[in-house]
């Protein structure tokens, strides 16, 4: 795929969310911590469980693009495991239910409205480190992933999979909004 194409792609999915995020500030408290059922996250719950991994992936993907001596290239080519993780992420119509590691999980966790500004925060940043990734190469600079110490993903991988994990727990936050 065109490296500049998917940046951009990038982000306009993290302006949104951004966005949203910045929608939700004007919502009664009550509104931002309903949820469905006793096992289900509320909106602040669905934003903080992104805080928690942008904790991980925002200062890694940052630290791989520091220290690269790469340049730019047209082309980005998306690893098999990277891929897979990343598609992974994609809202679906009906998505498809994962477990989330505990230490991840916010859920009946005490919370307001600072996780509100801290994602918008982090998507401040994480359109700060796709402007960046402008000028290297997201084939050859890797970053580690936050279940495992031995697995390394292309950068444009890392970039796609966080992003798209915020785009499926935005839209979870978004039809709660609606009811």
């Given amino acids: 795929m065109n490296t500049q194409q998917l940046i951009d792609e990038l982000k306009?999915?993290?302006?949104?969310?951004?966005?949203?995020?910045?929608?939700?500030?004007?919502?009664?408290?009550?509104k931002l911590n309903f949820?469905?059922?006793?096992?289900?996250?509320?909106?602040?719950?669905?934003?903080?469980?992104?805080?928690?991994?942008?904790?991980?992936y925002l200062p890694e993907i940052r630290k791989s693009i520091q220290n690269s001596d790469t340049t730019f290239i047209?082309?980005?080519?998306?690893?098999?495991?990277?891929?897979?993780?990343?598609?992974?992420?994609?809202?679906k119509q009906k998505l498809n239910k994962m477990k989330t590691f505990r230490?991840?999980?916010?859920?009946?966790?005490?919370?307001?409205?600072?996780?509100?500004?801290e994602f918008i925060a982090q998507q401040k940043q994480m359109t700060q480190l796709l402007?960046?990734?402008?000028?290297v190469?997201?084939?050859?600079?890797?970053?580690?992933?936050?279940?495992?110490g031995f697995i390394r993903l292309k950068l444009g991988d890392t970039f796609r999979f966080v992003i798209y994990h915020n785009l499926r727990h935005v839209e979870q936050a978004k039809k709660l909004l609606q009811v």
């Fill in 74 to 91: 047209e082309i980005f080519s998306s690893g098999m495991l990277g891929n897979y993780f990343a598609k992974s992420m994609l809202p």
């Fill in 103 to 117: 230490n991840m999980n916010p859920i009946h966790s005490n919370l307001d409205r600072k996780v509100l500004n």
């Fill in 131 to 135: 402007n960046d990734a402008g000028k």
């Fill in 12 to 30: 306009s999915i993290t302006q949104d969310n951004l966005n949203f995020a910045e929608k939700l500030l004007n919502q009664p408290d009550e």
């Fill in 137 to 148: 190469n997201l084939n050859a600079i890797k970053t580690g992933i936050s279940i495992s």
């Fill in 35 to 56: 949820r469905f059922s006793e096992k289900s996250w509320s909106i602040l719950e669905c934003l903080e469980h992104l805080n928690l991994y942008g904790k991980f």
